[in-house]
């Protein structure tokens, strides 16, 4: 049902009421209107045949008394709205006064006469030699009522049309706006986010158009926002995926072509130095030196190969690649204390997501030497999930916390681009990263990356809540 036709429809109940209430009232005043009047036209009756009984009209002492009555009362003809009958002492009928001519022939219902006819008792003056009944008939009174009411109901009958024509009209032209606020939605619900609504004269619906003007304007700002966004997420993603790729191949290389390079340098240099004692010490010597070289050189191929390409990656699995990071840190900075709490299920992830979780913790643990000045790091990857709704989104926690010197408004600008990588890995996998300074000392990093989405119907449910099987956030 629309607007419009709910408004009118309001407006015809208003309108029956009022006439309900105003019919009410007409056939309430109508109702004692003509009560009064048949009670005084019975008493002028009455009054006047009194007078006449009283004058020489009406002799008692006559041969024929009621010969002479009857003779004036059909002169005098019908009495107002009373029927007079004359009886004898019979009780036969001797004259009744003749119907009333006006509007002879038409009655009202007889409903509307029981609703306002007066019920007034008939009155009888008794003679000598019979007897004069008058009987009150308000059937013309009434009459003109009921005519009365037929005319206000013809009025209002047609006085409601046209108003309804008119408010049905008026609402059509006043409610316009509503459709093409209806219109313009629909296509923003179908994605034309370009809509707009035009200027109205209603100052409602002219802030109601600028209001959603607005809307759609910022709505459409922060779509193309969010597709850009979206892009560059994307662009990101594909950058460092090939970057991992050239790692990867760099990292090969550097271990199949210079680590055997190197390797074969030390083996030779080895045979070299073990060669029997009639070679001279210098030369001894020499070949010592290039095994240790060569030592050197292998140590620093490996560590670049590990800062390239983490082989527990692809061989043990993200649990044994972090352990072996923060074992390489240890090993690396003996000055600084690295704790490693690690939950269990890490092994169960994709090659991006691993090197994502690994790129994190690393540029933290790469951040906090360089930067933080601390004495205790702490490393944390828990799996968690989360309750929202019906859906339970499972996400793993990357929690590295420190207690150096803070993030304060002086950090280099080394740091703020190893947070803004950090960022944009985490970003791309649609996580999120919480960066700030504790009360205590010391930086506090939060990265939440979304592992998967589950319906609650699908947990093995028992006799516990959903609140026991997550066992972790509501929201």
């Known amino acids: 049902m629309s607007l419009r036709f709910r408004v009118n429809l309001v407006i015809s109940l208003i309108g029956i009421v009022f006439v309900v209430v105003m019919a009410y009232l007409l056939i309430d005043y109508k109702r004692r209107s003509i009560a009064q009047e048949i009670e005084a036209g019975t008493r002028v009756s009455i009054q006047l045949l009194q007078s006449v009984l009283n004058s020489s ?30 009886y004898d002492s019979n009780n036969s009928l001797i004259y009744e006064s003749p119907p009333s001519e006006y ?47 037929e005319r206000f109901a013809l009025f209002f009958l047609v006085f409601f049309v046209l108003l309804n024509i008119v408010v049905f009209r008026m609402l059509g032209r006043t409610l316009q706006p509503l459709k093409d606020i209806v219109v313009a939605m629909s296509e923003m619900e179908r994605g034309q986010y370009n809509t707009r609504l035009k200027h109205y004269d209603l100052p409602e619906f002219n802030a109601i158009s600028h209001t959603f003007n607005s809307m759609a304007s910022s709505l459409q700002v ?29 990292a090969r290389e550097l271990h ?54 983490p082989s527990a990656l692809d061989h043990l699995g993200l649990a044994d690649a972090i352990n072996d990071l923060v074992t390489q840190y240890r090993r690396q900075h003996p000055q600084l204390s690295v704790e490693l709490i690690s939950g269990d299920g890490l092994n169960r992830f994709d090659e991006k997501f691993n090197i994502t979780v690994y790129r994190v913790v690393q540029e933290c643990l790469t951040n906090v030497i360089k930067h933080a000045e601390a004495t205790h790091v702490t490393v944390a990857l828990t799996l968690k999930k989360n309750l929202s ?41 649609d996580g999120e990263v919480l960066c700030e300074s504790r009360p205590d000392g010391g930086t506090l990093i939060v990265a939440t990356l979304p592992v998967a989405t589950l319906p609650v119907t699908t947990l093995p449910l028992t006799t516990r809540s959903v609140a026991d099987v997550v066992g972790v956030n509501h929201d």
């Not at 024929?64 to 709205?81: F, I, M, N």
């Not at 892009?231 to 191949?249: D, G, M, Y």
């Open 389 to 429: 709704g019906q859906v339970i989104t499972e996400f793993l926690e990357i929690r590295v916390s420190d207690d150096g010197k803070g993030l304060g408004v002086d950090a280099s600008e080394g740091r703020r681009f190893g947070l803004l990588g950090i960022k944009e890995r985490v970003h791309a996998f």
């Open 256 to 309: 199949d072509e210079l680590g055997q390079c190197v390797t074969a340098i030390k083996t030779i240099g080895t045979a070299m130095a073990n060669r029997g004692d009639k070679q001279p010490d210098e030369t001894r010597k020499n070949a010592q030196t290039i095994v240790e070289v060569a030592s050197h050189i292998y140590d620093v191929v490996h560590s670049m190969i590990r800062q390239l390409r």
């Open 57 to 86: 009209v009406y002799s008692p002492e006559a041969s024929e008394p009621l010969d002479d009555l009857t003779q004036y009362l059909r002169s005098v003809g019908r009495v107002r709205a009373n029927e007079v009958r004359l």
């Open 222 to 250: 922060a779509l193309t926002t969010e597709r850009e966004l979206e892009q560059s997420r994307k662009l990101t993603q594909l950058i460092h995926s090939k970057l991992e790729e050239e790692r990867k191949s760099i």
């Open 103 to 149: 509007k002879q022939g038409r009655w009202a219902p007889q409903w509307f006469t029981a609703l306002v006819a007066p019920d007034i008792a008939d009155v009888r003056l008794l003679l000598a030699e019979g007897s004069i009944l008058v009987t009150p008939d308000s059937s013309r009174s009434v009459l003109d009522a009921w005519d009365e009411l």
